[in-house]
């Protein structure tokens, strides 16, 4: 991708309003975001060499998972939701044999991976944006997932 490809899709990015677009390829991965859908002044563009794929669980049909019970919101204000960044299908491990990355009531640090996220035949690491501890993991394994759906409860204290 020349630097003529990547302007346009900014220019693009911003006239669509979205928030944020990420974009894997081959050899390199870039992010777009904006600073709100309003004023659509991009925030950064990143471009990094990608690691190595990782092995593509079997291929499973989950049947539609009924939503959790919501909890209460007292009892979550002293919680940090962290959400979706995208549309897709939630793992909580890297590959059907390996162990999951986190469970309730593991210490996690900013930039811990806590899932991986399927969009489009790619696996995109979600990452802790904070650290503290995993209070309650509020999406099943191998579920479908949409934008901005809560999926975990952090602690920070």
Do not use: H, W
Not at 4 to 33: C, H, P, W, Y
Not at 89 to 104: A, G, I, M
């Amino acid at each position: 991708m020349d630097i003529k490809e990547i302007q346009n899709l900014i220019r693009f990015v911003a006239k669509s309003g979205a928030t944020e677009v990420k974009l894997e390829m081959d050899d390199f991965k870039i992010t777009i975001k904006t600073t709100d859908a309003v004023s659509n002044e991009v925030t950064y563009l990143q471009q990094a060499p990608v690691a190595q794929p990782m092995a593509a669980p079997a291929p499973a049909l989950a049947a539609p998972v009924a939503p959790a019970a919501p909890i209460a919101a007292d009892e979550t204000a002293q919680y940090v939701t962290i959400k979706s960044p995208m549309i897709g299908t939630f793992y909580r491990k890297p590959s059907p044999d390996k162990p999951v990355f986190v469970e309730v009531g593991s210490i996690i640090k900013k930039g811990d991976v806590l899932c991986v996220v399927e969009a489009m035949k790619l696996f995109n690491e979600i990452e802790a944006e904070i650290t503290g501890k995993v209070v309650k993991i509020l999406v099943d394994d191998m579920s479908p997932i949409e934008f901005d759906q809560p999926l975990f409860l952090v602690d920070p204290s």
